[in-house]
């Protein structure tokens, strides 16, 4: 490694250790981490391209909280403690404006977890963009996507397709209160409490990353089960109710991605105990394939989206 990668990770990306597990951090081959016993390690990695992932004038703290973001919503997806990560970082120059930047997006949502960055890799290259990050869950207790049964509810956090009207705006849309579906693209939440909250009461459970019917279409294929929706149930916040109004693009919230809400099967008896602000919106059934009911009318989903019964 030159001298200037090396002294661009200490002055950006080392910090002291804050998480309980970490045993050794940046500056070695290997970082170190200590798994509890009883406990499983979750581990999960996401890249971002520069056009492919994202556009070219985001802002770099944006992009460092995204990306964290974006592994923290698998974590919480499984039901896990995020605890550490590592960070390959390609990049076509060394701009310590833009890493300062990058670092304070990434640090800022690391904190509030008690995040450890404990290592990485530095090279020169097309704007590319990894983290893998690691967590912790009590031994068979993770959420996977094959658990839903029969008769279990299906819920989902917060709103969808804020994130959706974020990219049809950056793509030219122009509606009003455009700036919370903006914020929802650019700075997602991932649902980290919520993932811990409903570990012991869901069955499945998934992360809303390429949209409702595509990832709830994972959970059915795994489980081998079918789903029923009901469209007047999928919370939505009034901007996309106002686009939908516009547009008459009524599928947007179903099948848009990047909401990285999460989406899970519980029992009617465990959905009487949950604490934490979600929405039932359907039921898993035997008959496999996804349907949703829309004005009194059933229509399936297939690949290119939601079709009415021939
Ligand atoms: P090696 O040659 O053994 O792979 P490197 O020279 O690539 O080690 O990295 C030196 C140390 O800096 C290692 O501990 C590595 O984990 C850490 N590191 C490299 N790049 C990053 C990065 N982008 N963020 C955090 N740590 C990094
Ligand atoms: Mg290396």
């Given at each position: ?5 090396f002294n ?10 804050q ?9 070695d ?15 999960t ?7 492919v992932?994202f ?6 703290e944006?992009?460092g ?6 592994n923290?919503s ?6 896990a403690?995020p605890m550490?990560?590592?960070l390959?970082?390609?990049?076509p ?5 833009w890493?300062a ?6 640090f800022?949502l ?13 090279s ?14 009590p ?38 209160n ?12 991932p ?22 019917a ?6 059915l294929?795994?489980?081998k ?22 547009t ?13 809400e ?6 009617p008896?465990?959905a009487?105990k ?7 919106i359907?039921?898993?059934e ?16 297939n690949?290119?989206g939601f079709?009415?019964?021939?």
């Open positions: 490694m030159a001298l200037a990668e661009l990770i200490k002055q950006f990306f080392t910090r002291s250790a998480n309980k597990c970490t045993r050794l951090s940046v500056g081959d290997c970082a170190l981490l200590a798994v509890p016993e009883g406990y499983e390690l979750a581990i990695t996401d890249t971002m391209v520069e056009n992932h556009f070219s004038d985001v802002r770099p944006q992009l909280y995204k990306l964290l973001a974006v923290l698998d974590l919480a997806s499984m039901g403690e550490a990560i590592t390959a970082l390609t990049m120059e060394v701009d310590s404006g890493l930047a990058f670092a304070d997006g990434l800022a690391a904190d509030k977890y008690q995040i450890d960055l404990i290592g990485g890799d530095t020169s290259g097309p704007l590319t963009l990894s983290i893998q990050a690691m967590g912790l869950v031994k068979n207790q993770a959420l996977k996507r094959a658990a839903a049964r029969v008769g279990d509810l299906i819920y989902v956090t917060g709103y969808l397709g804020d994130a959706g009207l974020g990219l049809k705006i950056k793509q030219g849309y122009a509606g009003q455009t700036q919370q579906a903006l914020q929802r693209f650019n700075m997602p939440e649902r980290v409490e919520e993932g811990l909250a409903i570990r012991s009461l869901a069955n499945a459970c998934i992360d809303i990353s390429d949209g409702l595509q990832d709830l279409g994972h959970i294929k795994c489980s089960v079918g789903a029923r929706l009901d469209y007047a149930q999928i919370p939505m916040s009034e901007a996309v109710l106002d686009y939908m109004l516009e008459g693009d009524w599928q947007m919230p179903l099948v848009a991605g990047d909401d990285y999460l989406c899970f099967t519980i029992t008896e465990s009487s949950l604490d934490i602000s979600c929405t039932c359907g039921i898993i035997e008959l496999p394939g996804l349907r949703l009911i829309r004005n009194d009318v059933c229509v399936n989903f690949k290119s079709e009415h019964f021939a």
